[in-house]
């Protein structure tokens, strides 16, 4: 179970499933408060007592803790087996640390955020902070306001927070949005008199709002405030803001966003038709929308975290109207392709499977048939990396219907159905290889873009699972090709991480080669990594950088890194035993082996089973050895991982033959 904790506003955690947990007294809440602020980072017994009573420390301080601690395990770790270690809120020398995943703690969070606002474009750079700022619930840590340990870092996530509200105001205004921009700086400059950009920002919003006067204005009152509060004069910004404005200097006019062009006045005028011709609460508007999310599901980033989000809202709002028929639409009209096998939001997905259910059950009898197909497919999609026993069933129903009806956009949408469906064992390459040239095939005489791009990306993958990468590549290409014809950002993610699995598993490309290109794979991936964040796939992002680098080291036979304390995220079981091991902690690595789940049926199945059997012949675990060679062996032709177009550990053969070996020493084969 993964948690959340809050401390942007009073202290706070949810679980997984976004509940709050209930987290005791004051004291405990205030352990927990404290390990947040150390950010990982070991806290002595003794210090931890010396901030929770400064005044005098009881006698029994010490063990007051522990029981504040192991109140707090019992919460956050319920399923703990008793005296299993605590992989959490751990025990390490003379104290404890919250071992958090970084994005665990909102805090944290915006801190990243902002961070990567600075890089964006102004339009990515005001969603990321609008979003951002509305994590916070009220003053950070507030209660522990008054409480020493606290107040500097409440003063630095203030002070990051005011920051923020202004460079959100800079970004409205690099958009030309400048009278939002004035709205939301007059209540922020009156809450805060003393920040010479805020006013600065105010006045140029006022300006470009046609307000010249009250932008002169604003920038007196800045000067008498200043002086009067803080003794101090306005800075050179302000003095020049003013001396422009009143010359009317030519950089004060917006930007270089040019007034809207004519694809732009096409939408503004074709959005207000609309608005003005169909009625408010008309069912047309969800199937609009829905067509319209699919569009934006496409462009990535924020784009595709709010598509994700408004498809449920727009599927509860057609079945609050008790239309199955319109449900079955709403749902089925949302059929953007899909190539990873984890789901972004896995509860989201599962309220999209259980509303199709629904629709499907309320359908008369009789007819809907593409609608049918449509519902079986996404209960397909959306069921994809669970075990789910529906989501192959559904899949086969969704194609057989498609194939009848004889609809190419239909059977486009069930064979990426069928795709997601095709991991039920190892070595299913070639499987995938023909569903994606199908794809290809169907989509470029029919015009599916997105489905012929979902094409080259499955074959792309397929054929570097193969070790085909003259074949690989040619896909990729294309995939980029069509990508920048269209528009189609996310592509480019998973390009530049195939661009790395192919330099880690076999050198440069050839032109790069020819250029004398040397650059680490390590360098490629954190680079491809880099790429990911802010795409709107958390799905794919958690832990696959340390995976990757895992995968690499294991390949050429190295130990993973003895000190590797990175975000394993969804992987961390079948690393724990290898970098155990990396630590000479053989017995503890041996447990968590045994602790080791399979690994989910999806596209990093061989590489994950590799890394398992690796760590079974170190630690001599026939049983898991045995096993791990029965699930590897319909594979053997194939490069573990590469299936995910992302990394590889290497030739499933070589996992083999380690484990046949290994398995013979210890007397007999399984």
Not at 228 to 249: K, S, T
Request: with cysteine; net charge neutral.
């Amino acid at each position: 179970m993964r948690f959340l904790f809050g401390v942007l506003g009073p202290v706070a955690a949810w679980d997984g499933a976004g509940d709050a947990i209930a987290l005791k007294g004051p004291r405990h809440r205030a352990v927990l408060a404290r390990l947040i602020v150390a950010r990982r980072r070991v806290v002595p017994v003794r210090r931890l007592a010396e901030d929770l009573w400064p005044e005098e420390p009881p006698a029994d301080a010490v063990g007051a803790i522990r029981t504040f601690v192991a109140a707090l395990r019992r919460t956050l770790e319920p399923e703990r087996p008793p005296r299993a270690p605590a992989r959490l809120l751990v025990t390490e020398g003379p104290g404890y640390a919250l071992r958090a995943d970084p994005g665990a703690v909102d805090a944290w969070s915006f801190e990243r955020a902002v961070t990567a606002a600075a890089a964006l474009p102004p339009e990515d750079a005001f969603a990321r902070l609008d979003e951002a700022l509305e994590w916070w619930r009220g003053p950070a840590y507030a209660e522990f306001a008054d409480e020493p340990w606290a107040r500097a870092e409440r003063s630095r996530l203030a002070e990051l927070r005011l920051h923020a509200v202004e460079r959100r105001a800079e970004a409205r205004l690099a958009l030309g949005l400048a009278a939002e921009a004035a709205a939301d700086l007059d209540s922020h400059v009156a809450e805060h008199p003393w920040r010479e950009d805020a006013w600065r920002l105010l006045a140029l919003a006022l300006y470009r709002s046609g307000r010249q006067g009250d932008a002169l204005a604003v920038l007196r009152r800045a000067r008498t405030l200043l002086a009067e509060q803080l003794g101090v004069d306005p800075g050179p910004r302000l003095r020049g803001l003013e001396a422009d404005i009143l010359g009317h200097a030519a950089h004060l006019a917006p930007g270089p966003s040019p007034g809207p062009g004519a694809a732009d006045r096409v939408w503004a005028r074709t959005a207000a038709a609309y608005d003005r011709t169909v009625p408010s609460g008309a069912r047309a508007r969800l199937e609009s929308t829905v067509g319209l999310l699919r569009s934006l599901a496409v462009t990535g980033g924020s784009g595709l975290q709010t598509a994700r989000h408004h498809r449920v809202a727009a599927v509860a709002a057609a079945e609050e109207l008790g239309d199955a028929e319109l449900t079955a639409r709403v749902i089925g009209a949302y059929d953007v392709p899909a190539i990873w096998t984890r789901l972004d939001d896995p509860e989201q997905a599962a309220r999209v499977v259980a509303a199709a259910e629904r629709a499907l059950s309320a359908l008369p009898p009789g007819g809907h048939d593409a609608a049918r197909a449509r519902l079986l497919a996404t209960i397909a999609l959306e069921s994809r990396g669970t075990r789910a026993a529906r989501g192959p069933q559904a899949a086969r129903q969704a194609e057989e219907i498609a194939r009848r009806l004889d609809d190419p956009a239909l059977l486009a949408f069930a064979l990426n159905a069928t795709f997601m469906q095709t991991f039920h064992r190892a070595g299913l390459a070639p499987r995938r290889d023909a569903i994606g040239a199908e794809l290809i095939a169907l989509s470029a005489r029919h015009g599916l873009t997105t489905f012929e791009v979902l094409g080259h990306l499955i074959r792309l993958q397929a054929r570097a699972a193969l070790a085909d990468f003259t074949g690989a590549d040619r896909h990729a290409s294309a995939a980029d090709r069509l990508a920048e014809r269209h528009e189609l950002p996310l592509v480019g993610v998973f390009t530049q991480w195939y661009a790395a699995l192919r330099l880690a598993a076999t050198g440069p490309a050839a032109e790069q080669a020819e250029q004398g290109e040397r650059r680490p794979p390590e360098a490629a991936y954190r680079d491809a990594a880099a790429r990911l964040d802010g795409a709107g796939m958390p799905g794919l992002e958690r832990g696959l950088l340390p995976l990757a680098l895992l995968c690499l080291r294991a390949r050429h036979g190295l130990p993973a890194q003895a000190d590797e304390q990175g975000d394993w995220g969804p992987y961390e079981p079948w690393a724990r035993p290898l970098v155990l091991l990396a630590q000479n902690r053989r017995d503890e690595a041996a447990a968590a082996l045994r602790d080791t789940p399979d690994p989910p049926r999806d596209l990093l199945f061989e590489a994950l089973w590799c890394l398992t059997a690796r760590a079974a012949v170190a630690v001599g675990d026939r049983e898991t050895m045995e096993r791990a060679h029965r699930e590897l062996a319909p594979a053997a032709a194939e490069l573990a991982g590469a299936g995910s177009g992302l990394l590889t550990v290497g030739p499933v053969s070589t996992y083999l033959a380690e484990l046949t070996t290994a398995l013979r020493t210890t007397g007999r084969r399984g």
